[in-house]
């Protein structure tokens, strides 16, 4: 675990609001096809033992679910114990019982709990995290013979509208500088290959992309609800303040107006995967 006194879950950058945990879910479905895409390349089949960690409202954990059928079992790990709750409730009722998620924190020095798995997936959790190679080194080894590592993790660097806009730019700074600050990597998943490497995995299979563009409009009320969830870390970071602030979400606003259908694109999501070759 971290050497601080802070756990990860005192250093996660977001809130744990229910506005915050519906943002998670708009933005899981987002990805959805993405991911689903990287489930299929790897095979995941009907009878499998998969772990979503860091699964965070269960999204993910569904669309294993979908898969692996009632004779699989999907296991869901969050460091957010609540959130969880929420998550195993709604599979649930979704008919999904073979679903169930543990509250777990996934930086201490200690085994993933109940593997090994088949398939061992996390999505935007390493970009959190700054132990992220030994994070990705006890994933690895929670890994079953012949199972696969999948993990999908963002790059900021493509956040931008065209033409360029002032009021972006201040909502990407803020939004940047507050992910860094709480120790976040933002380009973690063009690092991933390296990753993989660094964390003993070895070479990735193979690695994949995905982009969004969308127009300003719809962009904007997901920037806001970023920007919203992050103040408290800018605000005691000295990023920026409350006026400040404030001026920033207003000509976003005025913007999105003024230029509804400008072409703005989101974050990167880069996927990359391993086989774990039998012994």
């Known amino acids: 675990m971290s050497t601080t006194s802070t756990t990860a879950e005192e250093r ?3 809130g744990r609001t229910p506005e915050e945990y519906e943002r998670l879910r708009a933005q899981a479905r987002v990805w959805e096809a993405a991911t689903g895409r990287l489930l299929d390349q790897v095979g995941l089949a009907a009878g499998a033992r998969c772990l979503d960690a860091g699964c965070g409202p269960g999204e993910t954990m569904r669309l294993m679910a979908l898969r692996v059928g009632s004779t699989g079992q999907v296991t869901g790990i969050d460091i957010d114990a609540d959130l969880g709750l929420r998550a195993q409730a709604m599979l649930h009722q979704a008919g999904h019982g073979h679903c169930s998620v543990l509250a777990h924190d996934l930086t201490l020095d200690e085994p993933v709990p109940g593997g090994p798995y088949d398939l061992v997936f996390a999505r935007l959790l390493l970009f959190h995290l700054p132990e992220r190679v030994a994070v990705l080194r006890r994933l690895w080894e929670a890994v079953a013979p012949g199972g696969h590592l999948v993990i999908q993790d963002y790059d900021l660097r493509t956040v931008s509208v065209t033409p360029p806009l002032a009021s972006m730019d201040e ?50 009320v997901m920037l806001e609800q970023v920007f919203r969830s992050l103040l408290p870390v800018a605000l005691a970071h000295g990023i920026t303040t409350e006026p400040q602030a404030d001026a920033a979400l207003a000509a976003l606003r005025h913007d999105a107006i003024r230029h509804a259908q400008r072409p703005t694109l989101w974050p990167l999501m880069v996927g990359a995967w391993k086989r774990r070759i039998p012994a």
């Open 171 to 220: 909502i990407g700074r803020v939004i940047t500088s507050a992910f860094t600050s709480a120790g976040c990597d933002i380009h973690v998943g063009t690092c991933l290959p390296e990753l993989f490497v660094a964390s003993g995995a070895g070479t990735a299979d193979g690695t994949a992309v995905a982009g969004r563009l969308d127009d300003l409009t719809t962009t904007q």
């Open 12 to 14: 996660y950058a977001l």
